[in-house]
T-cell receptor
Framework: QKEVEQNSGPLSVPEGAIASLNCTYS??????FFWYRQYSGKSPELIMS????GDKEDGRFTAQLNKASQYVSLLIRDSQPSDSATYLC?????????????FGKGTLLTVNP | DAGITQSPRHKVTETGTPVTLRCHQT?????MYWYRQDPGHGLRLIHY???????DKGEVSDGYSVSRSKTEDFLLTLESATSSQTSVYFC???????????FGPGTRLTVT
């Protein structure tokens, strides 16, 4: 069964710390990986895309991809209370011309002042 | 919200009544998707469209139908609403050459 798995949390970190969010996926042929942030009562917002092994940095956010281990992570440096949200991992399982994404159930992050 | 609107934003309806939700985009993107989001289940794909009049089923399509007669509009219909269809429904869009999806604001549907 094709799956995307995330720790449900909640993950609680103090303000200024690094928050680490993890995601594993089932299909080794997957090519595109995404992180979405969803505030309570709002729609998911795309914050990071990653397609190649290694790290991709955007401001305080770093996405890390390891295709051999079928693992993608999101690091949030200098965490702020405004980062408190649910983070969704999404994968284009199998890649190719398939334009569907499979989402994990999300990890709730709380950043404490 | 990347030029995506959903209507209505909130709806309460009774079991057995038909319901249609509308997604409208101004981005001229090829692909459109309907998801439902429920506690403990995350986002699940109901139906998607890869062009005008071209649609396909997602993982939770039973009880739902869709139509896309124009690039900008994607309709989701519950022929006879049931309480299990109480949920938050999100529309999303993406364009050819990219798997990035952008979401509309959502519709909260309650079936009593």
């Amino acid at each position: 069964q094709k799956e995307v798995e995330q720790n449900s949390g909640p993950l609680s970190v103090p303000e200024g710390a690094i928050a680490s969010l993890n995601c594993t996926y089932s299909d080794r042929g997957s090519q595109s990986f995404f992180w979405y942030r969803q505030y309570s009562g709002k729609s998911p917002e795309l914050i990071m895309s990653i397609y190649s092994n290694g790290d991709k940095e955007d401001g305080r956010f770093t996405a890390q991809l390891n295709k051999a281990s079928q693992y993608v992570s999101l690091l949030i440096r200098d965490s702020q209370p405004s980062d408190s949200a649910t983070y969704l991992c999404a994968v284009n399982l199998g890649g190719g011309s398939n334009y569907k994404l499979t989402f994990g159930k999300g990890t709730l992050l709380t950043v404490n002042p | 919200d990347a030029g995506i609107t959903q209507s209505p934003r909130h709806k309460v309806t009774e079991t057995g009544t038909p319901v249609t939700l509308r997604c409208h985009q101004t981005e001229n993107h090829r692909y459109m998707y309907w998801y439902r989001q429920d506690p403990g289940h995350g986002l699940r794909l109901i139906h998607y469209s890869y062009g005008v009049k071209d649609t396909d089923k997602g993982e939770v399509s039973d009880g739902y139908s869709v139509s896309r007669s124009k690039t900008e509009d994607f309709l989701l219909t519950l022929e006879s609403a049931t309480s299990s269809q109480t949920s938050v429904y999100f529309c999303a869009i993406s364009d050819r050459g990219s798997h990035e999806q952008y979401f509309g604001p959502g519709t909260r549907l309650t079936v009593t």
